[in-house]
């Protein structure tokens, strides 16, 4: 009887490790999320950026890499390539924390030699706290712990992505990295559509303190600053990105204006001292957030508009603090024909 309950239990356990087995190994093969390499003989399947950037960071050999929010998603990588000669990929987070861009510019840097990083600094994730941060991001991608793979290759949500990987290439449905992510085909991208979608705030009774931004902003600084500290020799393209026109009515009639504005001046003469930073006051460039047909809704931007950013990039118009040591007195941006 013994016997017998021992020849079952030790043949289950025998299925048991088989399947797991299997299980690693279509994983291994598949590899969905691009975690070991990206397929050259057919096309990835890109389904979400916080599990597969871990893996272009790695596996995407770049000299410029272009990191930021979904408000840098429409800028094609072959853009940045043409723009600046050089090889380049683009890496995004949707709504990202910039605990959560740390963790990918940690293998980007673990794992590469970056000769320039573009980063958007978009005004709404920079003033705000890790408070939204959730468990999203799979650390098990990102962390130097080879032991963690295990989490990866044994993994119920891999495996299920391995098999919808494969099933996209019959349906012949996967993505080039220069396209992949990109939203700009799913929306109308006209002065119409903005209106439309932006929901214009009531005036607010009491205006926020000018101060009430600055520790949460200094906060996410920190995290941009470590990177210019850890790697000297490389160069940093800081831009704020060009959120419309209706962004400075919003902040305006919520009573916001000062509050951003000292967050700004503080990105400013925070970064702004590192001879490897260079800091592009898009967000000001009335070239671009005064043409509501760029635009579907009161941020995000078209890859038209994409592509003239990163032209004004290469172009080098940049902040200089010791020319506008407070950011009220760029030009006249702050005009009452921005805000009204």
Same mark, same amino acid.
């Given at each position: 009887?013994?016997?017998?309950?021992?020849?079952?239990?030790?043949?289950?356990?025998?299925?048991?490790? =088989?399947?797991?087995?299997?299980?690693?190994?279509? @994983?291994?093969? @598949?590899?969905?999320?691009?975690?070991?390499?990206?397929?050259?003989?057919?096309?990835?399947?890109?389904?979400?950026?916080?599990? /597969?950037?871990?893996?272009?960071?790695?596996?995407?050999?770049?000299?410029?890499?272009?990191?930021?929010?979904?408000?840098?998603? %429409?800028?094609?990588?072959?853009?940045?390539?043409?723009?600046?000669?050089?090889?380049?990929?683009?890496?995004?987070?949707?709504?990202?924390?910039?605990?959560?861009?740390? /963790?990918?510019?940690?293998?980007?840097?673990?794992?590469?030699?970056?000769?320039?990083?573009?980063?958007?600094?978009?005004? %709404?994730?920079?003033?705000?706290?890790?408070?939204?941060?959730?468990?999203?991001?799979?650390?098990?991608?990102?962390?130097?712990?080879?032991?963690?793979?295990?989490?990866?290759?044994?993994?119920?949500?891999?495996?299920?992505?391995?098999?919808?990987?494969?099933?996209? /290439?019959?349906?012949?449905?996967?993505?080039?990295?220069?396209?992949?992510?990109?939203?700009?085909?799913?929306?109308?991208?006209?002065?119409?559509?903005?209106?439309?979608?932006?929901?214009?705030?009531?005036?607010?009774?009491?205006?926020?303190? =000018?101060?009430?931004?600055? =520790?949460?902003?200094?906060?996410?600084? =920190?995290?941009?600053?470590?990177?210019?500290?850890?790697?000297?020799?490389?160069?940093?393209?800081?831009?704020?990105?060009?959120?419309?026109?209706?962004?400075?009515?919003?902040?305006?009639?919520?009573?916001?204006?000062?509050? @951003?504005?000292?967050?700004?001046?503080?990105?400013?003469?925070?970064?702004?001292?590192?001879?490897?930073?260079?800091?592009?006051?898009?967000?000001?460039?009335?070239?671009?957030?005064? /043409?509501?047909?760029?635009?579907?809704?009161?941020?995000?931007?078209?890859?038209?508009?994409?592509?003239? @950013?990163?032209?004004?990039?290469?172009?080098?118009?940049?902040?200089?603090?010791?020319?506008?040591?407070?950011?009220?007195?760029?030009?006249?941006?702050?005009?009452?024909?921005?805000?009204?």
């Amino acid at each position: 009887m013994k016997q017998a309950y021992r020849r079952w239990v030790c043949g289950l356990l025998a299925c048991i490790l =088989a399947l797991l087995a299997v299980c690693g190994a279509v @994983v291994y093969v @598949v590899d969905p999320c691009l975690y070991y390499r990206v397929p050259d003989k057919w096309q990835p399947v890109l389904f979400n950026e916080r599990y /597969q950037m871990a893996g272009l960071a790695k596996n995407v050999e770049a000299d410029t890499v272009l990191v930021g929010t979904s408000m840098a998603a %429409n800028y094609r990588s072959s853009w940045i390539q043409e723009t600046f000669g050089t090889s380049a990929v683009r890496l995004t987070i949707p709504d990202g924390y910039y605990s959560e861009f740390d /963790q990918v510019m940690n293998v980007l840097f673990r794992t590469q030699e970056p000769e320039r990083v573009i980063f958007g600094l978009d005004v %709404n994730t920079l003033i705000r706290d890790e408070s939204g941060v959730t468990a999203a991001m799979p650390d098990y991608l990102y962390d130097d712990d080879s032991l963690n793979d295990a989490r990866y290759l044994l993994n119920k949500d891999t495996l299920y992505y391995s098999l919808y990987a494969l099933m996209s /290439q019959r349906w012949n449905a996967g993505e080039t990295l220069d396209t992949g992510f990109m939203w700009d085909d799913t929306v109308w991208w006209n002065h119409m559509e903005a209106l439309d979608e932006y929901e214009r705030p009531e005036v607010a009774a009491v205006s926020m303190p =000018a101060g009430a931004l600055l =520790a949460d902003t200094a906060e996410n600084l =920190a995290v941009v600053t470590n990177w210019a500290t850890r790697y000297p020799d490389v160069e940093f393209d800081l831009f704020f990105s060009p959120y419309s026109i209706l962004y400075w009515d919003k902040i305006d009639r919520m009573g916001e204006t000062d509050a @951003v504005f000292a967050a700004l001046e503080l990105a400013c003469k925070t970064l702004l001292p590192y001879e490897n930073i260079t800091l592009h006051g898009l967000l000001f460039d009335r070239d671009i957030i005064e /043409q509501l047909d760029y635009y579907c809704d009161y941020v995000h931007h078209s890859a038209e508009a994409g592509e003239l @950013v990163l032209a004004k990039l290469s172009s080098g118009w940049r902040i200089e603090i010791k020319k506008y040591p407070k950011l009220t007195e760029i030009g006249s941006q702050r005009s009452e024909t921005m805000v009204d």
